[in-house]
């Protein structure tokens, strides 16, 4: 009898190829504006920064990514691009359609493709669910099967349970710590409970719905924040219960949380990744996939009524703490439920300085017990002695591979409170960092500060042929600008120039590099970063002049009469006029690296694969004429659709 999470496990592996197809597909369709020889930040000027070696090998492995490589079949840093997000793509499709050939070896290699577009990526891929993408994925390799015979289906393993928990680990440390850094972060609306009466409106790329969350009564948004602490911070320690239903309680309020977040922010694949994450917690009884056993009634009904018992008391415990901690009370003269924080920043340390030993030691013996249960089930339910002896040699080496993985990511977990990270032994910091540099064990913090209280920031770029005259503005697909157009719903896609230019937003010009090469581009009039933005103001030629404004963004009223979704005020100049005569402009943009003298460089010095440049370059023809949204759905929905006829 093997355990029971087969299905589970195939359930996980099949959604990891969805995410994976997803980021590559998402990627892929932007990269020409974001990464090409005309692009905001070419990739062959960051490659020729780093060259140095004789060799692409020997670069490679000074700085592990896969675009060193393809000069080897003929292709630029350019087409290599490219290439590397298809093979990505056609690779995660394989996956979802072909549960054979869904193994570490697919695996592995969509990791390594990740990681070399990541490499590559610069600002643009510098986001947390792009590196929680790689660690998910490198634990996917370990879950996977190793499957060498391909023409069968790979069977489930004893200790596919430990494989499964690194996944609940992970899960259980970004929940964690996304919750936490909310508080330590000491961020005034996070303490007021008042973060959401400014989220809704200053995320990034917010959706339709997000706006009628916005206009909800205060006290509403008030309980939802601690709600969201609640889930956050306590419902994970849900994730090691032995009782099933506990477990499953904790995995469908994260769900929850996720969906609410999908529906009114576009967040990519970051809440379908965190779901995936989730299935960790489930079995097959869940997915009515347990097969049927014969088992002693009485003994079940007994540990039926006593796991009742315990997830009763633990319920009520976690509804009082909620209610006494958040000082919740019902105010029935005007149907409202008050909610504030009923504990001090000083106490809150102190409990964090005590529970952060408790999470590891509860981890501990959490990973212990799968080990322990997977070494019993090889002894016990493997009928011969060769089956026995190969399945506990498989379950040793798994436990070794888990004790390591989960010993290197106590150094990120411990990152939200410095007494717990200063009393690990130096061997562990050691450990995490000759393999920091793969991405594959990182810390996590989502908002942890709120960002636009007040209004959100919005840079507006114009553009004029006329220095003091007729300016027009470049509008964005996604982000907001026209005060009349809805906010998009865009997800799983993720336009990465219309995120960083939120972040830019926050600060200034100088501190944002590639803004500078963006307004460049827009001035060139390169038709691939054109593309990123939406139809150019000036169809015909270029501007002559840029600047870029800064503007305060509010929704709208909820009984406006007008049928804007966004009013703006407190206009500053955030970028002065620039054009391309303009020597200090075009000094920067060389000290940056984007303006560069031609100079012959061997592994950029051509496409000499013909067949496969006009194979590249077809394909790009015929993705460009489909948004980058449909683009994505598309082939979401072709392997959903393929794989269950």
């Not at 060498?148 to 680990?169: C, E, F, S, Y």
């Not at 006290?219 to 009782?243: D, G, H, K």
């Not at 460049?520 to 169809?539: A, D």
Request: contains cysteine; glycine residues 4%; positive net charge.
């Amino acid at each position: 009898m093997l355990s029971i999470i087969s299905f589970t496990r195939d359930a996980f592996l099949w959604c990891m190829s969805l995410v994976y197809l997803m980021a590559f597909a998402s990627i892929y369709h932007q990269a020409p504006g974001l990464y090409g020889n005309d692009g905001i930040l070419p990739i062959r000027n960051k490659f020729f920064q780093l060259q140095g070696m004789d060799t692409p090998e020997e670069a490679f492995y000074k700085n592990p990514t896969i675009l060193w490589l393809v000069y080897r079949i003929g292709l630029n840093f350019q087409t290599g691009f490219d290439f590397v997000c298809l093979l990505g793509v056609l690779c995660s499709f394989i996956c979802m359609v072909s549960k054979v050939l869904r193994d570490s070896f697919m695996f592995a290699a969509l990791w390594l493709l990740y990681y070399s577009i990541y490499k590559a990526g610069q600002t643009f891929m510098w986001f947390q669910w792009d590196i929680l993408l790689l660690e998910a994925g490198f634990l996917t390799i370990i879950v996977a099967p190793i499957n060498i015979l391909k023409w069968k289906d790979p069977k489930p393993r004893q200790h596919d349970a430990i494989t499964m928990w690194l996944v609940k680990w992970l899960l259980f440390r970004l929940m964690f710590a996304s919750g936490v850094v909310k508080l330590t972060s000491q961020c005034p609306t996070w303490w007021g409970l008042t973060a959401l009466d400014w989220h809704y409106e200053s995320q990034c790329i917010p959706t339709p719905l997000a706006w009628y969350m916005h206009h909800l009564p205060q006290w509403f948004n008030a309980l939802s924040t601690a709600a969201v602490y609640v889930i956050e911070i306590v419902l994970p320690f849900l994730f090691f219960s032995p009782i099933r239903n506990l477990r499953i309680f904790s995995a469908l309020m994260q769900i929850k949380l996720m969906t609410l977040i999908f529906l009114t922010g576009n967040y990519n694949f970051f809440n379908i990744l965190t779901v995936v994450l989730t299935i960790s917690l489930l079995d097959d009884k869940f997915f009515s996939k347990e097969q049927h056993k014969k088992t002693k009634i009485v003994k079940n009904e007994l540990t039926r009524i006593l796991s009742l018992c315990v997830s009763s008391v633990v319920y009520i415990a976690i509804l009082y703490a909620s209610i006494y901690y958040f000082d919740v009370k019902i105010n029935s003269t005007n149907f409202s439920i008050k909610s504030r924080i009923n504990f001090t920043e000083a106490t809150f340390f102190k409990w964090l300085k005590g529970i952060m030993p408790f999470t590891i030691h509860l981890a501990v013996v959490s990973l212990i017990s799968e080990i322990v249960a997977a070494l019993y089930r090889c002894i016990i339910h493997e009928k011969s002695l060769v089956a026995k002896m190969w399945s506990t040699i498989q379950c040793v080496l798994i436990s070794a591979v888990a004790i390591y993985m989960f010993t290197i990511s106590l150094v990120p977990h411990t990152a939200v409170e410095n007494t717990a990270r200063n009393n690990l032994w130096p061997v562990v910091s050691e450990w995490h960092q000759k393999t920091d540099y793969l991405q594959i064990t990182n810390s996590y913090g989502l908002f942890r500060r709120m960002t636009g209280v007040g209004g959100r920031p919005e840079i507006i770029i114009e553009g004029s042929n006329h220095e003091f005259k007729d300016w027009k503005a470049y509008e964005f697909h996604y982000k907001p600008g026209n005060l009349s157009v809805a906010p998009p719903f865009v997800a799983p896609h993720q336009p990465r120039l219309d995120w960083q230019m939120w972040f830019a937003s926050l600060g200034s010009y100088n501190y944002n590099p590639w803004f500078l090469n963006l307004v460049y581009r827009l001035l060139q009039g390169k038709p691939e970063v054109m593309n990123l933005i939406g139809q150019s103001p000036f169809p015909d030629k270029p501007p002559k002049y840029i600047r870029a404004k800064r503007y305060t963004y509010h929704y709208t009223p909820y009984n406006s009469s007008k049928k804007d979704w966004w009013t703006r005020e407190n206009e500053e100049e955030y970028l002065p006029i620039v054009h391309l005569e303009m020597k200090q402009f075009t000094d920067i943009l060389t000290q940056t690296g984007l303006i560069q003298e031609d100079v012959s460089r061997p592994l950029d010095s051509g496409n000499d694969n013909i067949f496969l440049v006009k194979l590249l370059s077809v394909t790009r023809t015929y993705v460009e004429k489909l948004s980058a949204p449909l683009f994505v759905n598309s082939l979401v929905v072709t392997g959903v659709c393929l794989n269950f006829l």
